[in-house]
Each structure stands twice: as C-alpha cells, then as structure tokens.
C-alpha cells in the first residue's frame, strides 16, 4: 500500500493528495492539499470491497455520499468540518478539516481522569454540536471518547458523522443494523425502541462518566457482558464526578423520558462548569422524530481510530484526522468563556469577536422574548458560536467564522472565496431532502459586503437564515421556531437581527 499520495489522482482539479495518514473500516485518509485555497485538508478515500455484488457496491456508495453531505450541512465550532464530498474514479471521497489534537480517549489515558468543571466543559461543546445536528434531523449514533477530538488549542470537536442517518431516511439503512460502541449505546436503542436525541444525550452523559471516572459506567471484560450491563444494571454511582454526579445518573436513566432534555442539560453542565452545584434535573424528553416519519437505523458501524505510524489518529468514520503533537499533555479545555479580538479590516482582525457580545440582552429579548445566551469559543480564535433560548421553544444562534490571508490571497479575499463556495453548495442543496427541505436563496442588500438568505424547514422547526461576510469574518444569524413554515415576520426578525450584527461589526471594524 503507497504512503505518498503521488500515485492518486487529482481530486475535482484542486485536491491533490500528499502523503497516507492511516486506514481502517472503510478506507484510508490522507494529508492533502488543496490548491485552489492553499490550504491543507484531510481526504478520506472511502474503499469498497471488491467481492460486493455491483448493486450492493452501488448502494453503499449513494449512502456514504448522502451521510458525507449530511455533515457537510453541519457548519459549528464544535463539529469538524467536511468541505466537499466528491465521486471520482467509481467511489467516494470526502474532504475535511485536518486538524491537530487528540481524542478524549488518548487524553484521559495519558493524563487520567478530567476534574468535574473540564469535563463538564466538554460536554457543554459536545452538547451544542450535537443540538445543531438534531435540529437538521441527524442523530450521531456514535459518541463516544474516541469520537471527541480535542484539538491542541483545546478546541472540542465531534467527529466521526460519517455514520450519522438522516431522520427518516431508511431507503439505504439495514433496520437490523446496530451503529455504535458497546457501553456507550442507549438503552432503547439496543432494544429497537428509540432512536432520537436523547438517545444521543445518554451517549454523550456515558462519555462524560468516562472522561470524569477514567472507565465507562457499564464497562465489563466482553462486549456482550457490557451490552447486558447497559439493559439490565443501574448506573453506578461515580466518584470523582463531584458535582457532575447528579448530572450523569439523570441522562443515563434507562428510559428516556425520566432524563433531562437538551435545554437543563446545557443548564446543568454551564453551572458545573463554573464550579457551581447543578441544580434539581427535571425530565424535559427533547421532541421524537416526527410523525409520519420514520427514524433510519442507520448504517453498519464503520471501524474506529487507527493509529497512523505513530504519527495521527484517524476518525476512520469519515469525519476528520487529527495530527497528534509530541505533547503528551494537549490541553483539555476549561469552563466556557468567551474571548475577543480586534484589528483593522485592512490586516484583517487577529480574532473573531464574542458572538454574545453582538447583541445587547434587549436586542436579544426583543427577538427571543426571556433569551439566555450559550457561548461555544471557536479553535485558535477562528471560530465561534453563541444561542440565545427563549420560551416557546423559539432560539436564535450567531456563528462566526474567521479567515487569514492565504498565499495570494489577503484575508477578505479569502473569506469571499469561501463564502461563494458556500452558497454554491447551499444553493445545491435546494429543495426537498430526507433532512427536510432547503428554501430558494434571496439576495440581501445592506448588510456586510455581501448576504444572502434562504429558509430551511427540518423535524417540525423552521429556519430563517441569513449569511453576510463582513470583511474577513463570515456570519451566519438563524432564528428557528416551532413550525412546518418560514413566515414572513420570522424572516423579518432575522433579517433586522442580522442588519444589527453587521452594524455592531462595521463600528467595532
């Protein structure tokens, strides 16, 4: 097997592969570059078995190409990002983020057990990332140590969508099919009788046990004694966890409607992370697949990381690679905060602003009546995300996304090329899908240097969106709600909300 790239083909005339980083389940990852961008990239070179039926072989690429899309769709801080999915020479290959770090895993064996707050601020990114996903109709269906990378800035990102299923999507899924990790499998799940986020949420609280007790709550010497340990066995209460405790034996309860929803969930973990008790935990369930609809099992579990020459661990599922520095002691993050930067729009800003900062709490709660913001920080000051949640169920979120200069390019001319390829693979997207449906783009005029905004309409919540790139900062403002339509006032709110931001932006500028 080659370890340069220099025998593969040129991907979609930009993508040009450098040397091989690892391999496992379904195919191999490589170091890349990317020459349009000059940038470097990850590309997983998904492998079909060659004995396959050709009909098998057929489906099996449509599925990791839809799945491949799917995450692409997922653009947070806490989510490693796929940036273009392509299908040449007869199979898939998706490119991605290479970033550097290690796994929760790798951290926790090297460096033992989180104290309470860092574990908590773990789950605090985890848990946004993944309420973005269930928001578009995508369960995880794999989270787990080994799936949560954290970058040697002490970013947290989840990685490893490439078996996330689409809610409803069960045209290319085995219903038999079991996806995911002994010990870290909902309940329900192993009994086929959910499969939504809270199914999602007990993995992320199984993940956190582990990252806090330095082992996994229902972890036994075989597979099969661990599956029977999450059936049959109560939790076991922890005893490093400190104030997370309570946290963790409420979302692992067996059945799902006694655990916290999404929502006290983040409310517990932000308090834990800051060193404070988390409270009383009330069942709050998160809203189930919708009806009519049918949750896809999903696909048959891909292999997890493999260590690459000693040199990357590799999200073999198709999410990321990650380049392990000889650090053994890559940072974990502490609790949540928030930072900010600033320089001029000619040099570009040495860091992306607090998205909590672009709002005032009246500006908020004029939108998201009784709103409390969440900041999620983004990696090396690049990134970074922050949601209001009000009563009704209604929300609003700010992500910031930070561009440098590139080899020929400055920093606003990067940021513009990126912005155009986004709205390219947006408008793509239009229309019906297994996710839901994607609205026709509208030009916007006065906000930042260029905007656009469209609708999306995913698990019985409407999106109103609206992208603008101010300067080298892309930003996107998406205002949901509970509903099977976009109204003109929800597009109205988020056009006002985003014409603030970019106001705020040009002053601070």
Known sequence: MPT???ALPVLAGRYRAVERLGAGGMGIVWRARDELLHREVAIKEVVLAPHLPEAQRAEMRERTLREARAAARLNHPSI??????????????????LVRGRSLEQVVR??????PDRAAAVGLAVLDGLTLAHNRGIMHRDVKPANIMVSDDGGVLLTDFGIATLEGDVQL?????????????????????????????????ATLYAAVEGRGPFQRGTP??????????????????????SVLL????????????????????????????AGPLSPVPDPQPSRGRRAGIGARRRAGPVAGAGLAVVAAGAAAVFLTSGDPAAPVPSPVGSGSGSGSQAEGL??????????????????VPGASPFNVPGRDGGAGSCTWEGAGGREIRVSLNLYRATPGKTAPETAHAFFASERTRIEADRGSGPFGSTGPLRDVARVGDEAFAYDV????????????????????????????RATSALRSRTLRTAKVIAGRLDRNG
């Open 224 to 245: 099969v004694a661990t599956l029977g340990a999450v059936l049959t066995q109560e939790t076991p209460p922890p005893s490093r966890a400190g104030g997370l405790a």
């Open 350 to 367: 040495t860091a992306a602003p607090d998205p909590c900062s672009l709002l005032s709490e009246a500006q908020a709660g004029a939108v």
């Open 4 to 6: 340069t790239g220099s």
């Open 173 to 205: 899924t085995s219903p038999d099919a079991l996806v995911g990790s002994p010990g870290y499998i909902a309940p329900e799940r192993l009994r086929g009788t959910g499969d939504g986020p809270a199914a999602d949420l007990w993995s992320l609280g």
């Open 457 to 484: 309409i995913a698990t019985e919540r409407a999106h109103s969106v609206v992208r603008f790139r101010s300067a080298d900062l892309l930003v996107e403002v998406n205002l949901s709600t509970g509903g099977e």
């Open 250 to 277: 409420a979302v692992l309860a067996k059945d799902p409607r006694e655990r916290p929803g999404a929502a006290a969930l983040r409310a517990a973990l932000r308090e834990v992370s800051l060193g404070r008790p």
């Open 110 to 115: 090297a460096g033992g057990p989180l104290a």
């Open 80 to 97: 490693v990002a796929v940036h273009d999915v392509i299908a040449q020479d007869g199979r898939p290959w998706i490119v991605m983020d």
